[in-house]
């Protein structure tokens, strides 16, 4: 019987507590964040946000750009032109991913805590990985177009520094994830750390490894797309002249192949992912 | 002949094993006992090199081990063949990729980056299963397999390291009876057959008295008992993992993991 009493005192108690707590006092430096964070939302909102009459000036602009843009041209010279652009676009994401994994690996390894053969020197890599994810792909295109010129090679480029960016640390979480009780087995064996990352780290992380993969190449046909933006080669480059030259007609055909094509490739992905499970 | 001699092993403040001079023998058969936390772990980490001594040395047939880096710390490791309580197979792999993983330390760089084994290492790698009765699940997953299933196993991936002694940490404190016993047997005619010095790490006193040669028998980091089983009085044991609380002593069928049907009954699977 004694348990229900006390633990309604208990109750009570922390009900009395709750009581005081609910008004906290706020110290005078939160406060002042605050105020300060309330102040640049509402100047942000005044400089960038679309003002309602903006919004409705705008809207009979987008259905008469729409009715520009419908239907999408279908002239068989241009379709082919563009089919022939939409190769090189996937040309750009699938080799620019290939590379950009075979470079990932090495580089994972060497940035891995414990699995990597440098005892100190993993953050130099991990350091270079966060360089090239951090900068943003259209500045790595830029870079590259001045670089190497401009079209393809421009385009695939930016691919192979953007998925060492995005694989290089998702790899190496990955062996850093790998089951650690057979490493110290091996290590207990006699084996190199190169010895390791062949025996049991790679077959464990695999899975992990070849999805990381796939996301990539979804990320790199995405991103492929706009690199003609930039005169990096591909589809964009296409897109960019059509708006430039007002052929909208041209560039909704263009618009809607891209969408095709994404489509297709994030269904290929989903596929072979469920095959990897 | 393992010679260890005025080792210790400091983790900050704690003395995980504080100053052990012990001489064993080649092709003895010794159990280390003591409770948790006595440091018998980290000696036969200490013996393996993967931890180094805070002090002292371990010489093997004259070798400083202690001393030892690159490749002979490597070749070192690989005769010197160590089982883990919990089996630390690859579990992806097949039982045959496990046990060839014992050879790893002779391969250079190219062969181990394509696992490639010679037909001699395969064929060792058979017969090393086929000793301990696991040849029909040499192309099973690792992971599918029974825990001493697995444990036969990696003790089959030590017997193709050919190795000079070897190092078993609580191989079978996480088995059944039946699966301890089978592996205990394994353990011991290894010892006797092929002359492997075996340190095994025990938790159960009847285990050890059953099987092993000598016991060495550690608290708090230091040797309290060296000698033969007979000679491990029931004060020593008191005195060992300090029951205060308990007035009746140690009933060592309680911590009992053997039965004595299982090694009867088993005698076809056992090791030839």
């Known amino acids: ?6 633990s309604s005192q208990k109750l009570q108690k922390a009900q009395k507590i709750e009581i005081y707590s609910r008004f906290p006092r706020i110290p005078a430096l939160h406060f002042a964040v605050y105020v300060g964070l309330g102040a640049l939302l509402i100047a942000s909102i005044g400089q960038v946000s679309p003002s309602p009459e903006r919004l409705w000036d705008g809207i009979p602009r987008i259905f008469n750009l729409m009715d520009r843009m419908l239907p999408p041209e279908t002239d068989p010279a241009f379709l082919v032109r563009m089919g022939w652009r939409l190769l090189e676009t996937l040309q750009i994401a699938i080799a620019g991913t290939v590379f950009g994994v075979i470079l990932s690996l090495p580089i994972a390894w060497l940035s891995a805590r414990r699995i990597s053969p440098l005892p100190f020197g993993s953050f130099l890599f991990k350091g270079l990985v966060s360089l090239f994810r951090t900068i943003p792909d259209l500045v790595w295109a830029l870079i590259f177009v001045v670089t190497v010129g401009l079209g393809a090679v421009a385009g695939t480029m930016t691919i192979v520094v953007d998925t060492i960016g995005f ?53 790199a046909i995405r991103s ?19 708006f430039d030259l007002f052929q909208y007609h041209k560039a909704s055909a263009i618009i809607l192949s891209i969408f095709v094509i994404v489509l297709i490739m994030e269904w290929i992905t989903d596929r072979l992912r469920e095959k990897v499970k | 002949m393992l010679q260890i001699s005025k080792i ?19 092709g003895q058969m010794v159990g280390v006992i003591g409770r948790s936390g006595a440091g018998k772990s980290t000696l036969l980490r200490l013996i393996n090199r993967l931890a180094d ?22 070749l070192w490791r690989a005769s010197c063949a160590m089982i883990f309580q919990q089996f630390n197979l690859i579990e992806r792999m097949d039982v045959l990729s496990n046990v060839l993983v014992g050879r790893i330390a002779h391969h250079d760089f190219v062969s181990s980056m394509l696992r490639q084994y010679t037909d ?3 064929a060792l790698a058979i017969r090393a299963l086929d000793r301990v009765g696991m040849v029909q699940q040499a192309l099973q997953r690792a992971g599918t397999l029974s825990g001493g299933q697995q444990q036969r196993v990696a003790i089959a991936k030590a017997l193709v390291q050919n190795p000079k002694i070897l190092l078993a940490d609580e191989p079978i404190a996480s088995l059944d009876p039946a699966n301890a016993t089978r592996v205990m047997d394994s353990l011991r005619t290894i010892n006797q057959n092929d002359g492997i010095t075996v340190l095994v790490n025990l938790h159960t ?20 008992f060296n000698g033969a089983a007979h000679e491990l009085s029931n004060d020593l044991v008191r005195d060992i993992y300090g029951e205060a609380g308990l ?21 076809n699977q056992q090791i030839a």
């Not at chain 1, 019987?1 to 006390?6: D, N």
């Not at chain 1, 190496?172 to 084996?191: F, H, N, R, T």
């Not at chain 1, 190199?192 to 490894?209: E, G, Q, W, Y």
């Not at chain 2, 001594?53 to 010489?59: A, E, F, N, Q, Y």
């Open chain 2, 247 to 267: 007035e009746t002593g140690i009933d060592e069928s309680v911590t009992s993991t053997s039965i004595e049907e299982a090694s009867s009954s088993n005698d």
């Open chain 2, 120 to 122: 001699e290492e395969r």
């Open chain 1, 1 to 6: 019987m004694s348990a229900p009493i006390a």
């Open chain 2, 53 to 74: 001594p805070t002090s002292g040395t371990i010489s093997f047939d004259g070798t400083n081990v202690t001393e030892l880096k690159g490749r002979d710390l490597r």
């Open chain 2, 205 to 224: 006193l009847d285990t050890a008295r059953k099987y092993c040669d000598r016991i060495i028998a550690m608290r708090a980091g230091e040797v309290r």
């Open chain 1, 167 to 219: 694989c290089g640390r998702f790899f190496a979480e990955a062996m850093e994830d790998s089951d650690q009780e057979p490493q110290v087995a091996l290590d207990a064996i006699g084996a190199s750390k190169f010895s390791i990352l062949m025996s049991v780290v790679l077959p464990d992380a695999m899975p992990s490894l070849i999805n990381t993969t796939l996301f990539a190449l979804e990320k």
């Open chain 1, 224 to 242: 492929s797309v706009v690199l003609g933006l930039v005169g990096a080669g591909g589809i964009g480059q296409e897109l960019k002249s059509a």
């Open chain 2, 8 to 26: 210790r092993k400091t983790f900050g403040e704690l003395h995980a094993v504080n100053n052990v001079t012990l001489n064993i023998p080649s």
